[in-house]
C-alpha cells in the first residue's frame, strides 16, 4: 500500500464497503459522541468521516490534535445506517472505521478558522492565504479559475490558434497606466518594464507571418485595485489574427466566451446567436455606460421636445443651452411617492440636487408630482406615450450637457433595475460596444488625445484623419461586456506606418517621438505587414462572473490587497545596500509637504 493513501477522501462509495483503506489529509472537524470520536477528514477531493473508539492505535493522538493538523489514517470502510447517512456529502452513504493513525504534521492555533467559512477581515484572510484557501468556497474558486483556463486553452487550439510566449522583460511603453520599471545591473540608469500587455509582440508575430496566436499572458499595471480590477498584475487571454476584419474577430471569440460561459455557468442561460453590436454612442445614451449590463431591461430616452417651451421652467431654461437635453429614466412599477422619494435622496447621497419624477396612479389623470403640475397633462400624456409606461409607472430625468450627467444617469438606471427587481441575475448577457471614438477632448491638457487605443485603426484610415474633425473620427474598436463588466478591449490595428505617424500626429506627437518609443513596430511595418486585429479577455473577471464572486481577489490564488501588498510574503519589502549597489540606484525619500 501507498505509503500516504489508497484513495482520496473524496472518492469512497457504497461499493467500497468491507474495503482496508489508507487515507491522508487535514482534520476538518472533530465530534465527541459518548465515548466515539467522529472526525471529518479532508483533502482537495473531498470529507470522508472517520470514527474511532477509545481503543483505537492514536485515539489518544487524535483527542490532542487540533483542527487543520494532517493524519494519515489506516481502516476499513463501513456503510453507514440509513438515518446516519449524509445525502449533501459524495462520501456520506459510508465512513472509516480507523485502525491506525499517525500524526504527519501539526497545526498551532489556527488566526483564520477554516471550517464554517466564518466572515473575517480581508486584510487576515491574505495575510494566512494559505489557510484561507482551504476554505471550500475559496478553493472551488481556485479550481474553477484551472478549469476555466484549459476550456479557454483548448477551444482556441480547436480553432486553429498556436499558443506563443512573449518576453516579461521589455521596454518601457505607454499603454495608459504606469510601467513595472526592472533596473538593469549591466546598464546602469537603464531600465526594463514588465509588460502591461503584449500588445507590440502580438502584432510583431503577424507580421513574422504567424496567422493566429493566443497565450495565457501575464500583464503588469500599476494601478489602484477595484472590486474587478487587481492592482499589479493580472491575465488575460491575449489573441491576434492575420487578414481580418472586425468581424472575423467576432466570429472567433464569440464561440470561444459563449463556450466556457455554458460550460461553467451551470443552468444559467448564455446570449445565443451573434452578440448584439452596439455603437458607443448608442450605448452611453440608452444605459449610460460604455459597459451596460443588458439584463437590466430600462433602456433611457431624450424627451428634450416635450420640455421645450413649457411649463417646468428649470428645464426648460436649461434646454436655452444648445448643447443640453433631457433625458427620461423609465421605472416600470415605481409608480409611488415613496419608491420616487427614496430615489430623489438617494441622488442627493450620489451628490446631486435631486432627481426629478412624474409617476402615474390609479384613478389621477395626467400623472403626479411636481414636474407633471407645472408641465401639463398634455405634454405628459405624449411622454408616457412615447416611453410605453401605464399606471404604476414612474420616470426620472438628467438634465444638462449629456456629457457631464451621462454616467449619473447610468447609475440611476442600475439603481431602478436594483430595487425593482428588474434585472434577471440568472444569466449571461453579452454584447460588443463598438464604434469608439478615435480621440477625446483632454481637458486638463487643452488638446485632443487618444481616447482608446492609440494602435487602432481609424475607420477611414489616411483620408479620415486628413479631412476629418478628430473628434469626428471612428475607430475600429471594440470592447465585449458581459453582465455590466468589460471583459475586454481589442481592435483592427493600424498597420500602416504613414497612418500610425499621422494618428500621432493629430494626439500631439512628433514623428521622431513616435518613432523612439514605437520604431520597432514601425520598422516591422515597413517590411510589409498584414492587416491585423485582436483582443485580450480578461481570464479573472470571466472566473469571477462564473464564480458569483463580488471581488476579484476571490478567484485568484495569491491576490494583492487594495494597496497593492503582500502581506503574506511581505512585498513590497527593502532590498540590501549591496543589491542597490548592483543596480546602480538608490532610494531617495519622498519630498514631505
Known amino acids: 500500500m501507498h505509503a500516504y493513501r489508497?484513495?482520496?477522501?473524496?472518492?469512497?462509495?457504497?461499493?467500497?464497503?468491507?474495503r482496508k483503506v489508507r487515507l491522508s489529509g487535514w482534520v476538518h472537524r472533530k465530534r465527541d459522541h459518548g465515548g466515539l470520536m467522529f472526525i471529518d477528514l479532508r483533502d482537495h477531493y473531498g470529507v470522508t468521516q472517520l470514527v474511532l473508539s477509545p481503543t483505537t492505535p492514536g485515539f489518544s493522538i487524535a483527542e490532542r490534535t487540533r483542527a487543520e493538523s494532517v493524519i494519515r489514517i489506516d481502516g476499513e470502510v463501513l456503510a453507514r445506517?440509513?438515518?446516519?447517512?449524509?445525502p449533501n456529502l459524495p462520501t456520506g452513504a459510508i465512513e472509516i472505521r480507523v485502525q491506525d493513525l499517525e500524526l504527519l504534521s501539526e497545526a498551532a492555533e489556527l488566526p483564520v478558522p477554516v471550517f464554517g467559512e466564518p466572515d473575517y477581515p480581508e486584510e487576515l484572510r491574505l495575510k494566512y492565504r494559505y489557510l484561507d484557501l482551504r476554505r471550500d468556497t475559496l478553493h472551488r474558486n481556485i479550481v474553477l479559475r484551472s478549469q476555466v483556463i484549459a476550456s479557454l486553452r483548448r477551444r482556441m487550439i480547436d480553432q486553429g490558434f498556436m499558443e506563443f510566449q512573449t518576453p516579461i522583460l521589455t521596454a518601457s511603453s505607454p499603454e495608459g497606466a504606469r510601467d513595472y520599471l526592472v533596473p538593469s545591473r549591466l546598464y546602469p540608469g537603464q531600465f526594463y518594464a514588465l509588460p502591461q500587455a503584449p500588445q507590440q509582440f502580438k502584432q510583431l508575430l503577424m507580421v513574422s507571418g504567424f496567422d493566429r496566436y493566443f497565450q495565457i499572458a501575464p500583464c503588469f499595471r500599476d494601478e489602484a485595485a477595484r472590486?474587478?480590477?487587481?492592482?499589479?498584475?493580472f491575465y488575460q487571454l491575449d489573441m491576434?489574427?492575420?487578414?481580418v476584419t472586425q468581424d472575423d474577430v467576432f466570429a472567433a471569440i464569440e464561440p470561444v466566451m459563449r463556450g466556457v460561459f455554458e460550460e461553467f455557468g451551470g443552468e444559467r442561460p448564455v446570449t445565443s446567436g451573434a452578440f448584439p453590436h452596439i455603437p458607443f454612442r448608442e450605448a452611453v445614451r440608452k444605459y449610460g455606460s460604455d459597459k451596460p449590463d443588458l439584463r437590466n431591461p430600462i433602456e433611457m430616452r431624450a424627451v428634450s421636445e416635450h420640455f421645450r417651451g413649457g411649463g417646468f421652467g428649470v428645464f426648460a431654461r436649461i434646454l436655452d443651452n444648445p448643447k443640453a437635453e433631457i433625458w427620461a429614466i423609465p421605472a416600470p412599477g415605481g409608480g409611488s411617492r415613496a419608491f420616487c422619494d427614496r430615489m430623489n435622496d438617494?441622488?442627493?447621497?450620489?451628490g446631486q440636487p435631486g432627481?426629478?419624477?412624474i409617476f402615474w396612479?390609479?384613478?389621477e389623470d395626467g400623472g403626479a408630482g411636481p414636474v407633471a403640475k407645472n408641465l401639463g397633462p398634455e405634454r405628459v400624456e405624449a411622454m408616457r406615450a412615447q416611453l410605453g409606461l401605464k399606471t404604476g409607472d414612474a420616470v426620472f430625468f438628467a438634465a444638462g450637457e449629456p456629457d457631464a450627467f451621462y454616467k449619473f444617469a447610468g447609475l440611476a438606471r442600475t439603481k431602478v433595475g436594483t430595487d425593482l427587481n428588474l434585472v434577471d441575475e440568472n444569466q449571461f448577457k453579452f454584447c460588443w460596444i463598438v464604434d469608439f471614438p478615435m480621440y477625446e477632448w483632454n481637458e486638463d491638457e487643452k488638446k485632443v488625445d487618444f481616447s482608446h487605443n492609440p494602435f487602432s485603426m481609424p475607420q477611414g484610415e489616411l483620408e479620415a484623419l486628413n479631412g476629418k474633425d478628430p473628434l469626428d473620427i471612428l475607430a475600429y474598436q471594440y470592447d465585449i461586456v458581459c453582465n455590466g463588466v468589460e471583459l475586454s478591449s481589442g481592435a483592427i490595428r493600424n498597420h500602416k506606418p504613414e497612418i500610425m505617424l499621422r494618428a500621432f500626429e493629430i494626439a500631439g506627437y512628433a514623428a521622431s517621438e513616435v518613432e523612439a518609443r514605437f520604431g520597432g513596430m514601425l520598422n516591422a511595418f515597413r517590411y510589409g505587414a498584414p492587416p491585423h486585429g485582436g483582443i485580450a479577455p480578461g481570464?479573472?473577471?470571466?472566473v469571477m462572473l462564473l464564480a458569483g464572486a463580488s471581488s476579484i481577489r476571490e478567484v485568484i490564488a495569491f491576490p494583492l490587497n487594495q494597496q497593492a501588498q503582500d502581506l503574506m510574503m511581505q512585498a513590497p519589502s527593502p532590498v540590501s545596500d549591496q543589491q542597490m549597489k548592483d543596480l546602480h540606484i538608490r532610494v531617495v525619500a519622498p519630498i514631505k509637504i
Not at 489508497?6 to 468491507?18: E, F, I, K, M, Q
Not at 445506517?81 to 449524509?86: F, G, K, M, Q
Open 6 to 18: 489508497s484513495d482520496t477522501c473524496g472518492a469512497l462509495r457504497a461499493s467500497d464497503v468491507g
Open 81 to 86: 445506517s440509513d438515518e446516519a447517512v449524509n
Open 227 to 233: 472590486a474587478d480590477r487587481s492592482p499589479g498584475e
Open 240 to 243: 491576434e489574427m492575420s487578414f
Open 346 to 350: 438617494w441622488a442627493k447621497g450620489e
Open 355 to 357: 432627481l426629478a419624477y
Open 361 to 363: 396612479r390609479e384613478g
Open 539 to 542: 481570464v479573472d473577471r470571466i
